[in-house]
């Protein structure tokens, strides 16, 4: 089978992950690394392997043997870097948070559709297998009556953005903060397991510089409600849950594979129905990229959910008084 050429943009560890990620892959060759640091861009491309390097995106643009491009830099560069991908007929995968708000996906999405490529926000906990067996038990839970999603992280960046460093993660003209960051992780699981709400409240935790480090979310549906916790600057041991009238689903794990996932029946008896050990699951989203590329699978649930995240994180944020410079555009 012919491989896929692959660029990537960023230098982080989660490009590091993604392409340990792809090593695995067969359908998978990594081509070019881009940093604006030419250095970096040189320094990444000897360490990972990558055929070549550039600190100029249109150099990579015209690259014909670039195909697919990882876009792995701070949140407010993604629709300046995707639209230019997306208008050079380069498939896109697109870390979260895709785009700064609804607003700017839309206008991405819409010319990754005119130019007949993919453009696919990578929310790798949403193409774990996990999910499915999560999905695939709910009906025997009963009618679900209140769910709660947690991802609570202490950042390693905290304690030195505390004695005055700046950050980017903690950042408004990075379009960043624990919601964009984090918290978009349990906003896309809950609407891949619970569909759309019909009505959000947010409450955020403020930082210097009119940043959030922690929220909670309360949904509101027809017959149930859910809440969404995020944080970046503590921790959490609570497990993610799906209470039915039935029982309750538990399971760890927002940004990583659901593992221990079981389900505490009214009785008392208890049934476990996946653990895994931990593992690169970013090889998922990938696998899941690549079969829409080669049009075996479609891309439009992930399209709509990656909208309809962006629209109640955009409400989120309006409630809280969390604007972004990308906003006013």
Known sequence: MKKTGFATIGTSKI???????????????????????LKKAEEFAAAQGAERFCDS???????????????????????????????????????????????????????AREKNV????????????????????????????????????????????????????????????ALMDIGVYSVHMMLQLLGKPEAVQGLSVMLRGDIDGAGTILAKYPDKIAEVSYSKITNSALPNELQGENGVLQFHGSANSPENVKIIFRDGKEELLHHRETENDMKYELEHFLRMIHGEESSEIHVQRSLDALELMDEVRRQCGIAFPADRK
């Open 15 to 37: 490009t590091e992950k993604f392409l340990q990620a792809a090593g695995d892959n067969t359908e998978f060759r990594y081509v070019a690394a881009y940093s604006r640091n």
């Open 57 to 111: 995106l249109d150099e990579l643009i015209k690259d014909p043997e670039v195909e697919a491009v990882y876009v792995a830099t701070p949140n407010h560069m993604h629709y300046e870097q995707a639209m230019k991908l997306l208008n050079a007929g380069k498939h896109v995968l697109c870390e979260k948070s895709i785009a700064s708000n609804r607003k700017e996906a839309e206008e991405m999405f819409q010319v």
């Open 118 to 177: 993919i453009l696919l926000e990578a929310v790798r906990t949403v193409f774990d297998p996990g999910m499915e067996i999560i999905k695939n038990n709910m009906e025997r839970l009963g009618a679900i009556r209140k769910a709660a999603f947690v991802f609570c992280q202490y950042s390693s960046r905290y304690d030195s953005f505390k004695e005055g460093k700046e950050h980017n993660i903690f950042r408004r003209e990075c379009s960043a903060g």
